[in-house]
Structure formats: C-alpha cells, structure tokens
C-alpha cells in the first residue's frame, strides 16, 4: 500500500517540479499567436478554453491502454508501479509536452509533417504511413474492447454486431463534425466520468485496505516473461505512449496559449499515470496475485478485471458506472484517432477539409478497414499495437531531441528516454514471435548495435541541421488551402 501512495504523490509532485522544469527549458512564449487563431477554420481550428482542452487531451490520451495495459503488466509485480511513475514523469509526459508544444509552433503540425521537418523529407513519409497505421490499430482496438464491455454489462441481450455499428456510427460524426459540435461538448461530461470512476477504485482500494504489494525488482510473471521489453510494451499509455503524439495536435489547434501548455499536454499525462497505477494496484490485490490474475485474464481478458475489480470495490451499482467509465475511454480515443488520421492524410495531400464530402472521402475507407480488422483476435491486435506504439513514441522523442538540440537547449531530456526506449522496441521485435524469433540474448546484443548506430545518426543529422539553421517555428504562409 505504502509504494502505491507514494507513487501518486510521486506523479503529483512531479508535475509541479520535472513539468515546470520542462516548461522552462522549452521556453514558452506567452505572445506568440497559436494555431487556434491563425489558422482558425470551425472545423479543426478554433480556440477552445484550458479546463475543455485539458479533458478532451484526457479523454484523446486515455484509451483502454491506461487500464488494460497496466492490468496486463501487473503480472510482473510491482515493478510496473516503478515503470509507471517514473515512466510518466521523465519519459510521457516530457514526450506528450514537447510533442503539443512543437505542434503549436510549426501551425498545429501533425508527427509526420514534424518529422518530416526535424528528420529529414524520407522520414515524413516513412511516419506519415506508420502514424496512419497505428491510428488505424488504435481505432479498432478500441472500439473492440468497448464493445466487448458493453455486450458483458447487457448480457447478451444487444449483439456484438449491432453494438459495433452504433459505435461506428459515432465514429463517423466524431470524425467529420467540427470539433466543438461533438468532442467539444460531451467530452468535459465524459472526463468527470472517467475520474470519478477511477477515484472510485483507488478509494476502495484505500479503505478496504487491499493487499497492494510493497516495491520490489522481483519478476513476479508467471511465465516467466523477461521484464526488459516486455514490461515497457505491455505498459503504455500511463507510462510512455507514441499514440499521444497523435492526439496532441488535435489539442495544439485549439489551445489559445503556449502557457497553457504544461496543464494540458503535461498535466494530463500525469492523470493518466494516476489511473493507470490505480488500475495495475487493482489487478495486483484483488485476485489471489500473478497466477490467479493470469488465470482471469486467460479466461475472460482484461475486461473481466475491469468488471470484477470494479464490483468488488464500488458494489453493483458503482461498479456498473464505473463500468461506464471505462467504456467511455476507449470510444472517446478511439473517435479521436479516426479524427487524427483524417488530419494526418489530409495535410500529406494538402486535401481541405473545409468542405464535409472532403472529410467523408478520406474517412470512410479508414472505417471500412477497421471493421475488417475487428474480426482478427484482440490480443494479437495488441501486440501489434504496442509495438507500432512504442515505435512512434520514439520517433516523437527524437524530433523533441532535435527541435532542443537545433535550439541549443538541453536535448538530453528526450533523448535519454528515446534511447532507452528504442533499444526496448528493438529488442522486441528482433524477439518476439510477430518479430524475427532471435534468442533473448542475441536481441539484446542486436538492439544494442542498432541503437548506438541510429543514436550516432541522429548526432550526425542534428549538427547538420543547427548548421543549417532550420527554422524552429513554421512560415504559416502557403497552408490556408490545408487549414
């Protein structure tokens, strides 16, 4: 219970002194117009005030990955609590800020344009097909697993099939609507929701004293599956999660000021690391450990954790909101990363989104191909997922690096975290079974060369790139067709 505590006072404090350290190094420029007022559309950019912007970056963030992810790793203990909380403060959250921030200097860019920028042009259309993808895994991942929840809650009595097409149905409207019409309004409703549910939980867990482990760097899994990578892919989202800097743009065009941006792209990941920890103590205390977690996630997944543990704390009828507030999550990421990738193809073309049929054309072959993707077992979608994720979370950081390094300022601060996280993404799929099936050992040696490698590239590229004085901030001129 003691290392549980300690661990969200660890995120709370750390907002207040490694995010404002943060925000200082980045240098924020409280005059500077933002992309919400220059490039103001009524569709994708319009200004928005901070509390909305900071729950709808809540709600973008917080899919099913800050539950089902840290369910997942609590089967190697509570080392998850360690990756979790010092994930989030040195490596998410700096990846989540300086990813918003870069967006609103360079007019609300999406990852691939940035890139594209920071990377070099081969880079921009290598991510841009990445970004897409892991957008498209995402939306189905998510719309699966709410599904799935909500087809347990009503029994059985609304097919799977039926509930799926009203969450596509949403999707649709979320995706091509302007984003105060949907998103905008319904979200804030959404966000109290989702805390109040997880406050729940955590509080029960509190007052009913539940038997949440004490720290330890033991490998509890009971397979026996190696801590590094495993452990820094199964924990994402609440940790360190590439699909951030995907949504974040989406908040960069309606944030009004760069000083806002420590509460909304900073503050928020720190409040999806306070779930995710709430959820993995969950998981650790409430089912007779590993090998009795193991044996519920076996026979009904993660989601029959979220329904047990949520009975067990709230009762039936706080259970069942709390219930509600998970579903909500993934359906709320999940239309937003529709959304994203809509933005994404539609800036790579230079394709205006001004008009609803233009929205509609990029959109609907996106839905067609999640629907076809919804058929393929939800775990082996994940594991694609958390590589693909990992992956872009890595690229995010470099160009954080890069921006830092060309502004002369400490680039450190992404780059570390980048690295290490590199080396893991490497490992994995040098490793794992949808990977090249090397030994563990052999993995780590491979990752090892190829990080040093791709790590001395990326010095080489940034003297270069300070060399040749590429602009920190984008001329705007050119891009009102896009807007």
Not at 37 to 56: A, R, W
Not at 153 to 175: C, D, H, K, P
Not at 246 to 273: D, N
Request: with cysteine; glycine share 10%; charged share 10%.
């Amino acid at each position: 219970m003691i290392t549980f505590l300690v661990g969200i006072v660890l995120l709370i404090v750390g907002y207040f002194t490694y995010g404002k350290f943060v925000e200082k190094m980045f240098g924020v420029n409280e005059k500077r117009s933002t992309p919400a007022f220059t490039h103001d559309d009524g569709v994708d950019y319009l200004p928005m005030n901070t509390t909305k912007n900071s729950l709808i970056q809540l709600l973008n963030i917080a899919g099913v990955g800050p539950i089902f992810g840290p369910i997942m790793g609590a089967l190697y203990g509570p080392v998850a609590f360690l990756w979790i909380v010092f994930g989030c403060i040195f490596a998410g959250a700096v990846h989540d800020y300086l990813t918003g921030m870069i967006s609103i200097r360079n007019r609300g860019a999406h990852l691939p344009e940035l890139a594209g920028k920071f990377l070099g042009k081969v880079m921009k259309h290598v991510v841009n097909a990445f970004a897409v993808l892991l957008l498209l895994l995402v939306g189905t991942v998510f719309v699966t697993a709410p599904a799935g929840l909500l087809h347990s809650l009503m029994n059985g009595w609304v097919t799977m099939g039926l509930i799926l097409a009203a969450i596509f149905i949403y999707y649709t409207l979320a995706t091509l609507l302007p984003i105060d019409k949907i998103i905008g309004r319904f979200y804030p409703i959404f966000g109290a929701l989702l805390l109040i549910s997880a406050l729940g939980v955590g509080a029960g867990l509190v007052i009913t004293g539940a038997p949440i482990p004490e720290v330890s760097f033991s490998n509890f899994h009971p397979d026996n599956a190696p801590i590094f990578p495993l452990l820094f892919l199964t924990i994402s989202c609440g940790a360190l999660s590439g699909f951030h800097a995907t949504q974040t743009p989406i908040i960069s065009r309606t944030t009004q000021s760069e000083k806002h941006g420590r509460k909304i792209f900073y503050g928020m990941m720190i409040a999806e690391g306070i779930i995710a920890m709430i959820w993995a103590a969950a998981a650790m205390s409430l089912f007779n450990g590993p090998v009795g977690l193991n044996e519920l996630l076996a026979s009904g997944g993660p989601a029959a954790i979220v329904s047990e543990a949520s009975t067990l704390m709230l009762g039936a009828i706080g259970g069942t909101l709390a219930i509600l507030g998970v579903i909500i999550l993934p359906i709320t990421s999940g239309d937003t990363a529709f959304r994203s990738a809509r933005m994404i193809i539609a800036d790579y073309f230079k394709f205006s989104q001004k008009k609803v049929l233009n929205r509609l054309w990029i959109s609907l072959p996106l839905f067609a191909l999640s629907f076809a993707l919804t058929k393929i077992d939800f775990t082996l979608l994940w594991r694609y997922f958390s590589w693909a994720n990992q992956s872009t979370a890595v690229i995010a950081l470099f160009v954080g690096a890069m921006y830092l390094y060309i502004a002369k300022k400490n680039y450190w601060v992404p780059l570390i975290p980048g690295m290490f996280m590199l080396m893991a993404t490497t490992t994995y799929i040098l490793n794992a079974p949808i990977g090249f099936r090397l030994s563990l050992s052999t993995s780590y040696l491979g990752a090892s060369i190829i990080t040093v490698i791709l790590v001395a590239l990326f010095f080489h590229a940034a003297k270069k790139a300070r060399n040749n004085k590429i602009p920190l901030e984008d001329d705007v001129s050119g891009w009102d067709n896009v807007a």
